[in-house]
């Protein structure tokens, strides 16, 4: 009997001893947005779902929304898998938004050689009064300072890290007790916090980590199309295609080419927009800068409906996105001015087309035949037949000439020429 024990603990026991500690990985990097919000939510309901013995995050951000933030640190302090926020590779951040999402991690890990902080709230729309400011920096505070407070970390440099844009590298965040390790790669990592202890919202587990294996779980094709689009140089690259191509459908009818790549490249612009803090006032000026372009075909301004144009849509492009003093939230540079100097561009190729036409004598009609020569064929008493480019025409003349003189053709009335001697000036 006593065999047969040991032999059935042993059978129970086998699963135990040959299953690995399985460790999820996800890679978040760049801006905080609601994509990168949805990616952590799933790996934690996958994590959950999946009984993994832990979550690494690894993370390197300049900040982003705050909303999307928000929604991050709620679902990492209710998980109930343990989650780890390794701050890497070395010259990654944790900035802005990052510093929340670090704090509020089970075990926050930091690379050499990486810096947090900086998480002093930015206004999304424009100058705020001292009041409001003052509402929004508390706030930010009490959220900081209370993750802080729940993971057992420095409350007090949590709120330097808001009211004073604190920032700090790894090795004055571990001495800070703000992070709990550092870490050069993901086997010290693991091996520093195995067998450490972890309080999750039901209970408190052990860490066992002797034999693991990690899975890495990168975004899933939607969610990168939608973080590639998300990106406020793209959004607005494809609303400039998406006006243009709309503009163009426009002014030819039937193309429908140009139409139905401007209305996806606008509708994908739409709902990046969605995902960013959209400055409308900025929106509104980039629609008017067209509308001055179109215009300036139609009506001669000599150049001043163009140049409101330009400028109207380079403060526009600067303005698109509010918070524009955070490098990540606004349109770049490099992608800025090439963009409205190549539209600038066309327009006034196209407006110079325009005025060329407007001045050019025209070639059909009547106004066409003022002022051409004119033979007669067929003596004018005072009616007759003249010949113009090898043509014929019926003329009557302001008196009466002979065939083979040279008129010049002064008027059309009723499909008939009237036509005299050039005026000769003295």
């Known amino acids: 009997m006593i065999i047969i024990r040991r032999l059935l603990i042993l059978c129970l026991l086998i699963p135990v001893i040959c299953r690995s500690a399985e460790i999820h990985h996800i890679k978040i990097d760049g801006a905080i947005n609601p994509v990168s919000s949805e990616y952590l939510s799933r790996a934690i309901e996958r994590a959950e779902s999946e009984h993994a013995a832990l979550l690494i995050v690894e993370m390197d951000t300049p ?3 705050m909303t999307s933030m928000r929604k991050m640190v709620k679902e990492m302090l ?10 890497s590779p070395s010259g990654a951040r944790a900035g802005s938004a990052g510093v929340f999402i670090t704090l509020a991690a089970h075990i926050a890990v930091m690379a050499p050689g990486t ?9 999304m729309g424009g100058q705020m009064d001292s009041t409001m400011n003052k509402k929004v920096t508390n706030d930010a505070v009490a959220f900081a300072r209370s993750i802080a407070a729940q993971r057992g970390r420095n409350e007090d440099w949590a709120e330097a890290a808001v009211r004073e844009s604190a920032s700090i590298t790894a090795n004055d965040a ?8 550092i870490a050069s790669d993901y086997d010290e990592l693991i091996d520093k916090i195995n067998g450490r202890k972890v309080q999750l919202p039901d209970e ?5 980590l002797d034999d693991y294996s990690i899975t890495f779980y990168d975004m899933d094709w939607r969610q990168r199309i939608l973080n590639t689009i998300s990106d406020p140089n793209i959004a607005y690259i494809l609303l400039m295609l998406g006006m243009y191509g709309l503009l ?5 009818p039937g193309a429908i080419f140009p139409g139905v790549i401007g209305g996806i490249c606008l509708i994908l612009a739409l709902f990046a927009m969605h995902t960013l803090p959209v400055n409308y006032a900025g929106l509104l000026l980039i629609i008017l800068a067209v509308i001055l372009f179109i215009l300036e075909i139609k009506i001669v301004s000599y150049g001043g409906l163009t140049l409101g144009g330009i400028i109207s849509l380079l403060l526009g492009s600067i303005m698109l996105y509010k918070g524009v003093s955070i490098p990540e939230v606004r349109v770049s540079w490099s992608v800025l001015i090439p963009t409205v100097a190549a539209t600038s561009l066309f327009f006034i190729i196209a407006i110079g087309f325009g005025a060329k036409a407007q001045i050019r004598k025209p070639t059909y009609g009547r106004e066409s035949l003022i002022g051409r020569e004119a033979k007669v064929v067929k003596e004018l008493k005072p009616e007759g037949l003249v010949k113009i480019s090898g043509e014929l025409w019926r003329a009557v003349g302001d008196a009466e000439y002979e065939k083979g003189e040279t008129l010049i053709v002064k008027d059309v009335k009723d499909m008939q020429l009237v036509v005299g ?6």
């Open 421 to 426: 001697k050039k005026e000769v000036k003295s």
């Open 248 to 252: 163009f459908e426009l002014y030819n």
């Open 63 to 65: 900040g982003g929304l």
């Open 174 to 181: 571990l001495e800070k007790s703000v992070i709990d390790i």
């Open 78 to 87: 209710s998980a109930e898998v343990p989650i780890a926020v390794y701050v």
């Open 115 to 123: 810096n947090i902080g900086a998480a002093h709230p930015v206004n």
């Open 204 to 208: 408190e587990v052990t860490l066992q």
